[in-house]
């Protein structure tokens, strides 16, 4: 029933998009171009029954220590509880020499537009992302307009209601106060 279900929400992403006849190829995927930018792959596992959704980040890792190591602490700061990243992570693969973001959606328990709801929101984290890596690979600081973990509010929203009220070392060490 689930592969179903991931067919029935690209048929409706496909209609939302304008291309009629969206359809997984022999290994459950489909992958279409953003923008001429970046490719979006969708792939169904029947295993877990998932839609995974996977897109590249970065193509060619920083040659320099340094830098490298100042973009995957911004990786991992921004996949922390896939706060900053639509609920989903980030993964390095070293040997090619490339970075992803992934997120994940259950066809199981989906309604058919979940996948046509979701999509706006993971494109433009991808495209967020893209330039956070752009950006530090190439040894700039981050654009303002990309806080990170440490500038965000609790709740993962610059302003957010949460606010932390105490923990072991007082106020504002690291709870939320509920």
């Known amino acids: 029933m689930s592969i179903e279900n ?8 496909g209609k939302e998009l304008g291309l009629e006849g969206l359809e997984f190829d022999e290994n459950n995927t ?6 001429d930018e970046f490719s979006l ?50 993964g390095v693969a070293v040997k090619e020499e490339l970075i992803l973001i992934h997120c994940t959606l259950d066809m199981e328990h989906a309604v058919s537009s ?23 690979s190439e040894g700039r600081e981050e654009s303002p307009s990309a806080p990170s973990a440490h500038q965000r509010q609790p709740g993962g929203q610059p302003g957010g209601q949460g606010k932390p009220q105490g923990g072991p070392g007082g106020p504002g060490q690291g709870f939320i106060k509920i």
């Open 30 to 35: 489909c992958i279409l171009g953003i923008d």
């Open 41 to 90: 792959h969708l792939t169904y596992e029947p295993n877990s029954k998932r839609l995974y959704m996977y897109s590249p980040l970065l193509d060619g890792l920083p040659r320099d220590d340094k830098t490298r190591l100042k973009l995957y602490e911004r990786l991992l700061e921004g996949s922390m509880l896939g706060g900053q990243m639509a609920g989903g992570g980030a």
């Open 114 to 136: 979940a996948l046509r709801a979701f999509a706006p929101l993971y494109v433009e984290t991808v495209e967020k992302w893209r330039k956070i890596c752009r950006d530090l």
């Open 6 to 13: 991931a067919k029935a929400n690209l048929k409706e992403f």
